[in-house]
């Protein structure tokens, strides 16, 4: 029997489902023994169906005899797109979760499809993913028809067919997102060293740089800010600390609590505990809000972390090392002015704006930062 238009059709649905020809001529070669055994008996080791790949020819055979019944095309043919239909599924699941296993840890872009009972479904493109609560930032609220990045964490078969979970919770999310936004990272030149993250709250993330002449944290930020700002953009104005990674334990747990700056760092290494000491008025910052700055530092570190205030004697002495009198230092302090890195970023016109601080003492600030 000829069944050329059936064959064009075979052929068309494989290119439809992205399938292998092949895996569909083996679908109809089924269907064929399937429709026969129902009509006209035989044990299935016995019976057998070909197709001419070129013309859609079909055959039956029993024990190498060719028993292909007169006006047998159309029952094969109803019978064929039934069986067909139900392998294609099959085939296409398959297909499905191995193109998206390969996926797995890469992010990708869709559309909110179904918002369903705290799930979140994303229509992908070929196929949907699903956000569970867990895997949900719940500061975001999500619409139907919104665009958004996920990343896809997991594949498994679910009861409807493959699920693909995402997420957009997870740190490995950001360290994507980064990716996605720096070169550097993507040709491996800046390596996320480790990430901490509260999500929709705060983020901090560690780089480091294989070459010498790359600063990885200038890497990430980008020219005036653009690099950060689009991940930070796309995490709904999360906050990000971006520090530099350190194999020096005590430098590493003095970044680990920027922006706060830090005297002192000493470790008890049998307990893994750090005390850390800073200025009064860096306190709370090297707190934060709840406790989520020195939190997240001990995330990142993996050290238990306990800080105190330091007092002004010990701040005055920073200053002192320059070299500067008292009373400038006085003047200096008054002002607010009791860090070594914020005097350097003056010009003389700011220093000379200070009260107190007169045209000499402005000198000799400079000649002392130099």
Not at 68 to 80: D, E, H, K, L, N
Not at 108 to 131: A, C, N, P, Y
Not at 174 to 183: N, Q, S, W, Y
Not at 333 to 340: D, L, N, P, Q, W
Request: with cysteine.
């Amino acid at each position: 029997m000829v069944q050329t238009e059936f064959a064009a059709a075979l052929n068309q649905v494989a290119a439809e489902r992205g399938i292998e020809p092949e895996a569909v001529l083996e679908t109809v070669q089924a269907a064929l023994v399937s429709a026969y055994r129902k009509d006209y008996g035989g044990d299935i080791e016995e019976l057998r169906a070909e197709i001419d790949s070129e013309t859609g020819e079909a055959k039956v055979f029993k024990n190498d005899e060719d028993v292909t019944p007169a006006g047998f095309g159309r029952i094969a043919a109803q019978t064929a797109k039934q069986v067909l239909l139900q392998r294609v599924r099959e085939s296409e699941k398959k297909a499905v979760i191995e193109e998206y296993q390969k996926k797995i840890g890469e992010i990708l872009s869709g559309h909110i499809f179904r918002l369903e009972k705290g799930l979140v479904i994303v229509d992908l493109g070929r196929t949907q993913g699903i956000m569970l609560p867990s895997e949900q930032v719940r500061r975001e609220e999500y619409q139907m028809n919104q665009r958004l990045k996920v990343l896809v964490t997991d594949v498994r078969e679910g009861p409807r067919g493959p699920e693909i979970i995402v997420s957009r919770a997870r740190p490995e999310f950001v360290e994507k997102l980064f990716a996605l936004e720096v070169p550097e990272i993507a040709n491996g030149t800046v390596k996320v060293e480790v990430i901490a993250r509260e999500p929709g709250e705060r983020t901090k993330i560690a780089v480091s740089s294989s070459r010498e002449n790359v600063d990885p944290v200038g890497s990430c930020v980008g020219q005036k800010g653009v690099r950060v700002q689009a991940v930070i953009a796309e995490l709904g104005d999360e906050k990000i600390d971006i520090i530099h990674h350190s194999e020096d334990t005590e430098k590493f747990i003095a970044n680990a609590l920027s922006p706060a700056k830090v005297i002192e760092v000493k470790l008890n290494k049998k307990k893994k505990e750090a005390k850390v000491q800073v200025f009064e008025d860096q306190l709370s910052l090297a707190i934060g809000k709840g406790g989520q700055n020195v939190r997240l530092a001990a995330k990142l570190t993996g050290w238990k972390i306990d800080i105190k205030g330091g007092d002004e004697e010990k701040r005055d002495d920073e200053m002192k090392k320059l070299g500067l009198s008292t009373r400038t230092v006085n003047a200096l302090a008054k002002a607010r002015i009791t860090e070594v890195e914020k005097l350097k970023e003056m010009s003389e016109e700011e220093l000379g704006a200070i009260k107190g601080i007169g045209p000499k003492a402005v000198e000799e600030i400079m000649q002392a930062v130099k």
